[in-house]
């Protein structure tokens, strides 16, 4: 009897000690490093759910005329591969918030970040890691 109580006693305590992690998750944030392509619009689409291929371009005089100074830096024309490992956000006054491929293909200016093998075609293949949809 006193052995189950300890037990009982033991499994309580480590219950209470996880619950403040329960709710825990990573804080969103963007990359620190410079875009593979900054100022980024997609302009044609296939795929859906989680799988998608986007084209994008990057209208360098329109993105610098909404603010976008780095507009250009990078890649001007891609097809990229977006999958459910792709990490996209959304740019608030507050930081970033979870965002998805949907509001990407509506977006005026995207910054993105590729991750792994670039294929240095005409326009460059590339598969995204992170997508920021700035406006």
């Not at 963007?30 to 100022?39: F, K, R």
């Not at 509001?103 to 240095?120: C, H, K, P, R, S």
């Amino acid at each position: 009897m006193r052995r189950t109580l300890w037990i009982v006693g033991l499994v309580v305590a480590a219950l209470v000690a996880l619950v403040p992690l329960a709710g825990c998750t990573a804080a969103l944030h963007a990359p620190t490093t410079t875009p593979d392509m900054s100022g980024a619009r997609v302009v044609a689409k296939s795929g859906g759910g989680d799988t998608w291929s986007f084209r994008m371009e990057v209208d360098v005089d329109a993105a610098k005329q909404a603010g976008i100074q780095d507009a250009g830096v990078g890649y001007t024309v891609a097809s990229v591969r977006v999958d459910s490992k792709t990490v996209i956000l959304r740019q608030t006054a507050n930081g970033v918030e979870k965002a998805s491929a949907q509001d990407v293909i509506g977006a005026a200016f995207l910054n993105v970040w590729f991750t792994g093998a670039v294929a240095e075609s005409y326009p460059v293949q590339a598969t995204t890691g992170t997508i920021v949809i700035l406006q």
